[in-house]
Structure formats: structure tokens, C-alpha cells
């Protein structure tokens, strides 16, 4: 089961841009769907964005669609979120997770079919 760990998190003013990274070890990465997840206080997690093993199909949820951008690198074993014009309500914890799978152009939005999960770094935008 390969390890996650994310990187990238921190304070930002509306309007600003992130970019958080996502690590992986202890696995063929290029094995997995990656996706990232978030979690705002008070709230359940849920869905951001997913990348297929290959890179070459993604999806994200309705409330990204034009800001966010999800890539992978698989020579380096990262998968990356890119944020902009970001907004108080995408304030959370972000999650990196993956899942293992044969299918190369398959990406996955129920956080339940993902097994490997990161720990998660804090995104804060203020206004």
C-alpha cells in the first residue's frame, strides 16, 4: 500500500493561489488513481478532484470547475492540486488519497474506494 504526504498548505487572501503536493512511497505509484479530498470544521469530507493512473482523465466537483487543476507526475511519484481564485468557503483540511486499480483511465469519486490516505494539510483562505 504505497504512503501519501501532502505539502502545500497554508494561509492565502481570497483571490490568491496554492498549489499542494502529493508525495508517494512504498508503491508503484503509477498503480494508482490519485484524488484529493477536503474536510471544512463541522463538515464531512468530501470530494475535490481525481486523476485516472494515466493522467489523462480527471474530474473535480462543480464548486472547483475553472480554479482547480489536478496532474500527476508519475516519473516523480507526485500528484499535485493546483488552487486559484481561491475563496473563504474552500477553507479545509485537503487530503491526498489513493487508489489502487487496473484500469488505467478510470478515476474515482467516492472517497470509499480510495485505501491509502495522507494526513492532510490545512488550506485557510481569508477575506
Known amino acids: 500500500q504505497v504512503q501519501l504526504a501532502e505539502s502545500g498548505g497554508g494561509l492565502v487572501q481570497v483571490g490568491g493561489s496554492l498549489r499542494l503536493s502529493c508525495a508517494a512511497s512504498?508503491?508503484?505509484?503509477?498503480?494508482?488513481?490519485m484524488g484529493w479530498f477536503r474536510q471544512a470544521p463541522g463538515k464531512e469530507r468530501e470530494f475535490v478532484a481525481a486523476i485516472s493512473r494515466s493522467g489523462g482523465r480527471t474530474s473535480c466537483v462543480d464548486s472547483v470547475k475553472g480554479r482547480f487543476t489536478i496532474s500527476r507526475d508519475n516519473a516523480k511519484n507526485t500528484v499535485h492540486l493546483q488552487m486559484n481564485s481561491l475563496m473563504p468557503e474552500d477553507t479545509a483540511v485537503y487530503y491526498c488519497a489513493g487508489a489502487r486499480t487496473s484500469y488505467s483511465e478510470t478515476n474515482y469519486r467516492n472517497q470509499y474506494q480510495y485505501e491509502s490516505w495522507g494526513q492532510g494539510t490545512q488550506v485557510t483562505v481569508s477575506s
Open positions: 512504498g508503491g508503484t505509484f503509477n498503480r494508482y488513481a
